[in-house]
């Protein structure tokens, strides 16, 4: 089933879900949307499965995988969380916050899915497809972004296809990601600090930002990541000949992340917009200045890292 044939593509309803659930239960593969961009789901127990998670992905293996769980009662069986970590969970769940907690000895993960650390990265989605695929298994699914690793993040089943038709099982599609952009990740230390390893659509006040360089637990915050396969420019005022450009508020574009200069709005269709850009005739792409204060922080974060050189 696997690998030959095309990836099947079923509505995110019940039935698709229904099917989902059994694709999963037998170690399969299955790209779920969520409120964030479309995960790659694979049962976090199953040792073959998380495999096939980094085999279709093309994923360095030491690049650990966030656990998605049902609730902060799953989550306690996996790792342990201390009055900060719950006080978090507690106020920003179901949603796009990732914590990252010691791990349980007795939590039963594929030992891939954490890459060897002692911690496990753990979020609640808010989107009614991944709630309800979470509610109907009995274990909870590791899940990466949908993509080829390295490329742009997918906020639509036709994302995830671009780059993991044939690869995977099943695509849930259940329409456009309505934040865009990936979980906030913050690391709970012992010492009560809350360390933010990667910026989101959450800022979790009194966290303080760790950049990629000091981000040693967070190997997949590598600066090239969400690249689209062409140079990129940033802060781009005017485009050059060959460019496609990215525009933002009152600078227009071939498209724009939003005529309104609006960061929710940016953060909903930056990976749509560097999707397009990538597939566009120009062999360069540039993009409009975002302003880095808010959401504009981890826009920017993504737009460095699509910049940086593969
Ligand atoms: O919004 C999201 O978080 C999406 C959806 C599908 O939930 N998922 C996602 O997963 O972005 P992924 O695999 O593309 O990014 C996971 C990040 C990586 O940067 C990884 O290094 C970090 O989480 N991570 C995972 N476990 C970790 C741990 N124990 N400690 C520190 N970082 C960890
Ligand atoms: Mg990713």
């Not at 080829?148 to 849930?172: C, K, M, N, Q, Y």
């Not at 915050?221 to 396969?229: C, D, F, I, K, R």
Request: glycine share 10%.
């Amino acid at each position: 089933m696997r690998g030959k044939n095309a990836t099947e593509r079923v509505p995110a309803d019940a039935g698709g879900i229904a099917r989902a659930a059994r694709i999963l239960h037998e170690g399969g593969l299955v790209a779920v949307p969520t409120e964030t961009v479309y995960g790659l789901a694979a049962r976090a127990d199953n040792p073959a499965a998380i495999a096939r998670i980094y085999e279709a992905k093309g994923r360095p293996s030491f690049n650990p995988l966030i656990v998605h769980v049902a609730g902060i009662a799953a989550a306690q069986r996996l790792a342990r969380l201390d009055e900060a970590a719950l006080a978090l969970a507690e106020r920003y769940w179901p949603g796009p916050l990732t914590l990252v907690c010691p791990l349980r000895s007795d939590a039963g993960l594929a030992p891939a899915v954490t890459a060897g650390l002692p911690t496990v990265a753990l979020r609640q989605p808010a989107h009614p497809a991944m709630a309800a695929l979470l509610g109907a298994v009995q274990f909870p699914l590791a899940a990466p972004s949908a993509n080829r690793s390295g490329f742009v993040s997918p906020t639509s089943a036709e994302h995830v296809l671009a780059t993991l038709d044939g690869r995977i099982d099943l695509v849930l599609d259940g329409g456009e990601c309505a934040n865009g952009l990936e979980s906030t990740i913050v690391a709970v230390r012992s010492d009560g600090r809350i360390e933010t390893l990667r910026p989101g659509p959450i800022e979790v006040p009194g966290a303080v930002a760790v950049g990629p360089a000091e981000g040693i637990e967070a190997p997949g915050q590598t600066l090239s990541h969400y690249a689209p396969g062409k140079p990129v420019r940033l802060d781009a005022v005017v485009r050059e000949a060959d460019e496609y450009l990215i525009g933002f508020g009152e600078i227009a574009g071939d498209c724009s992340l939003s005529e309104a200069g609006d960061l929710l709005q940016a953060a909903a269709r930056l990976y749509a917009c560097l999707h397009r850009a990538a597939l566009a005739p120009q062999p360069r792409i540039a993009v409009a200045p975002v302003p880095t204060k808010g959401l504009g922080l981890a826009i920017n974060d993504r737009l460095h890292r699509a910049a940086a050189p593969m």
